[in-house]
């Protein structure tokens, strides 16, 4: 781990954490904000271009010109009109093989940028390798944990979870009591969650009687590097918006964002942080 | 199949068309409709009696008394809130039994009725017995047929679909060009069908330009005597209305409803409509 971090930036926070996380550790940073993806307001506080997904060309050369050997991949990338994204002539040999990836889902989309930067003879790196503080320890976070219920509703999660992640579809399930809330597809964790509030008031909980749990589980697929379940303070005060009692991730192998941020918005909403140990619900 | 057909009927329009399927083939019914599920402007052109999930004692003196030997399970049965629910003796004494198998699942929750019913001399019999003309037949009903990218996407839904299935979860999942858009949980069929209009454009379809497939597939469960996928004409609009091209679902062992209106739905906004072969997309 050595010299500038480049990290090719998708939405959401990750990205930025990232970068963050890099820079305190005395590391200098350059990001490749993928556009209609990033923020400007969170990008420009760092050395940074914009290009499209199609701009590969651009995108290696801003991060070689700001002398990058490392990379790294992060943050959403929703799958992008193939035929309105701007091209470079890069771009544009590699779209055909990019196009054919995104069809068989996120992670063979990331496996084949991961190779077309491998290629041109950069180091790509995952999220654990650039930002380590970022990894979800083991254990009970903050003063809240799961009741026994809760135990069996994240091992029914786990199970879900993972069958989603094999077929690399999502990540995150809701479970309440045995019952299987919400699944998560292409529409992300944050609206999954938000529409548990939706349900019968029978199946779920409330902000007064807390019910259900979060689980995210990083999907068993070899491209590791890239595209682990994260969570963060938002995620957290969404599971409290629609009553739910706790949020559990895979310990090692998912991102916890703003660690402190975090465990004081479970404390304070009343909701368990846990990080599950991956052999505890073998399959 | 002789005597008159009981029906315990849940929410939904499946009830109601098994009870007009044998009704148009000469037999008499009676629907036990649950409380809080079934529709009072659907039931009252039947005989029928009302009662709680936790009401089985009545439920079953109800059907003993007009004739019934053979009763079907049928419709959407949300959990209750079990302190809420009323319960008569039979229901109070059957109540642990059932909680708990709620607890694992609809499948558990199902079963147990059915073995509740058969303690006491029923017939269970599923919509397939007591309504054969619902099922649906196999091939391509109706104008449009998927294009070779539709048909690649129902085979991974169908494999979404079963993992589901397998878990007791859910039996639906929409896929767009590889991408599965939605899966579904708790929410139901309908609920999932709708939020696809919250997704990017660029993932989805339009009805200037439709794409992407509903499928629902049986879970690989036993009991399939109950909770089989349905389908009917209210499926094909909303599908419609969020872009999708088309809707496969599992021939003979899945229920199609209003079987002429379904059609003339999917023919006139544009839709396919196919009744896929189970063994087609073995696992």
Redesign the interface.
Known sequence: MSGVLGIIAGGGELPIAIAESARAAGRDVFIFALQGMAAEQDVKSFRHAWGSLGEVGKGMKSLRDAGVSEVTLAGKV????WGAIKLDARGAMALPKVVAA????DDALLRVMVELFEKEGFRVVGTIDAAPDLIMPKGILGRHAPTKQQEVDIAVGV??AR??GS?D??QA??VC???????????GTD?MIA?IA??????RGSAAKRRGVLVKAPKPAQERRVDLPVIGAHTIERCAEVGLAGVAIEAGAALLLHRKKTIEAADRLGLFLLGFHAGAYAA
């Open positions: 929703m799958r992008p009109e995104a069809a068989k889902g199970n879900a069958a989603l077929l579809i999502g399930a809701v009591e045995g019952l299987v809330l919400a699944l998560e597809a292409a529409e609206a529409r939706n349900l019968p008031s029978a199946v």
